[in-house]
């Protein structure tokens, strides 16, 4: 037996339409007088059918049945005395599926309930397959972008990547576009935590490079110190600019609003130019921006491994912060050289806490399971770069501020070596199948 809300403005007496509704078999299990009620009441007694008695239909009562349709969806039958077209068209739109015009008719009462049963049936019918469709291209979409992520960081071709999608799919006994969309989601995260974790290089290569230049003597206009400087810098803008159009402005705006001013304070600094006299004060003032700039990254880059708990996400930054701690170590090491006592203690206790995490990340980098030919072979190269580097640390520091500009640039050269290495560490971890598929 079908049953009904039935809507009659203001009436106070019974109904006919009750009693004929109860003789056509179509239980009423509500009579509502206010229309500001009708909602609820809807949401509240789920009928078949919702019947309207509304001998002239305003504006308020079609917003009232469109967000019926959107809310809490029935089939909406409504008798009235306006024969107005616009009107019709009006009720169409606004979720009535029987607009009737000039009086029910008890002899044909359950027929309109009927019809406005089907073509609410109707309705939803071609509602859910316009939402199938969509949802199906939208998906088509999403594995087109995972074959193309698959064929870039794996190097295969289009069926050998769509075959990994339909076995990841079988195995996971999920939809194709939800495992692919698995693999976009990864995809860009993986990449946000990357670019955040090169600022976080960045910001100890800043002042590694500045400061080697200075001891080099290559000014501000010559040198390869320079040019590393000024592609750093380029580096810097770029990322943030990335991150800018990549990130949630909501989530994690007001880290990455932090992160932009520091890097707007440091850049007059950067590029100025000290008397010698001032010249260690200047270091200290850089080199305090570049620590606030390394602060911001590494917060924003912790959110971003927060948001996917997955233990792959946390080996990519791992992995991508030994970038930056190789560059602390360097960045240390030529502190040090300038001869000034209060730089010389800190850089001590720095090169010392850097090269401690260094190794132990390393060390547990070479442990896990998480790993690939590619993988091995660069974590090989970055143990014998890392010892490179602290052998001709030693050298440096032995000549003190008399360093001879071989051991200079065999310092410089080291640390961009190794640097070079771990930059390779992490898009090898960032494009491991691991990592996008979060196994």
């Not at 002239?56 to 039958?77: G, M, N």
């Not at 071709?157 to 996971?172: K, P």
Request: proline content about 3%; hydrophobic content about 45%.
């Amino acid at each position: 037996m079908p049953s009904a809300l039935v809507y009659v403005n203001g009436l106070k007496t019974a109904h006919p339409l009750l009693a004929d509704l109860a003789a056509a078999g179509i239980a009423v299990r509500a009579t509502v007088q206010d229309r500001a009620k009708l909602l609820q009441e809807v949401v509240r007694h789920a009928p078949d059918v919702l019947i309207c008695d509304a001998p002239a239909p305003d504006d308020a009562l079609f917003k009232t049945t469109l967000s019926i349709a959107e809310t809490a969806p029935c089939a909406v039958v409504v008798f009235t005395l306006d024969a107005d077209v616009g009107h019709m068209e009006r009720a169409l739109a606004s979720g009535i599926h029987a607009y009737v015009v000039n009086g029910y008719g008890a002899q044909r009462l359950r027929a309109l309930v009927h019809l406005a049963q089907a073509r609410f049936r109707q309705q939803q019918a071609q509602a859910e397959a316009l939402v199938d469709i969509s949802t199906r291209f939208e998906e088509r979409k999403l594995v087109e972008r995972a074959k193309g992520i698959l064929m870039h960081t794996q190097h295969l071709s289009d069926d050998d990547a769509f075959h990994i999608l339909r076995t990841a799919s079988m195995h996971t006994n999920q939809r194709l576009g939800q495992v692919s969309q698995h693999i976009v989601q990864s995809a860009r995260l993986a990449e946000d935590v990357n670019r955040c974790g090169q600022l976080r290089m960045l910001s100890q290569r800043l002042t590694t490079l500045y400061v080697l230049q200075v001891l080099q003597g290559a000014g501000l206009q010559a040198g390869p110190c320079v040019q590393q400087l000024q592609e750093s810098v380029q580096r810097i803008d770029a990322n943030l600019a990335y991150l800018a159009k990549s990130l949630s402005q909501a989530t994690y705006g007001d880290l990455l609003g932090q992160v932009q001013q520091t890097w707007s304070d440091l850049q007059p600094v950067l590029y100025a130019s000290p008397t010698p006299d001032a010249a260690a004060s200047a270091y200290v003032l850089l080199d305090g921006l570049a620590e606030r700039l390394l602060q911001g990254a590494e917060r924003l880059t912790g959110q971003l491994e927060s948001a996917s708990p997955a233990p792959p996400l946390r080996v990519l930054n791992l992995a991508g912060r030994q970038r930056m701690l190789s560059q602390r170590f360097a960045k240390y090491a030529v502190l040090a050289l300038l001869g000034d006592a209060q730089l010389q203690q800190r850089s001590a206790s720095g090169m010392a806490e850097s090269r401690a995490a260094f190794e132990a990340a390393l060390t547990y980098l070479n442990s896990l399971p998480l790993s690939t030919p590619d993988i091995h072979t660069a974590l090989e190269a970055a143990g014998i770069g890392w010892l490179t580097l602290v052998a001709v640390t030693k050298v440096a520091a032995a000549e003190g501020t008399q360093a001879h500009a071989n051991s200079l640039h065999n310092l410089a050269q080291a640390s961009e070596n190794l640097l070079a290495v771990l930059e390779q560490l992490s898009v090898h971890y960032e494009h491991s199948m691991q990592m996008l598929t979060g196994s």
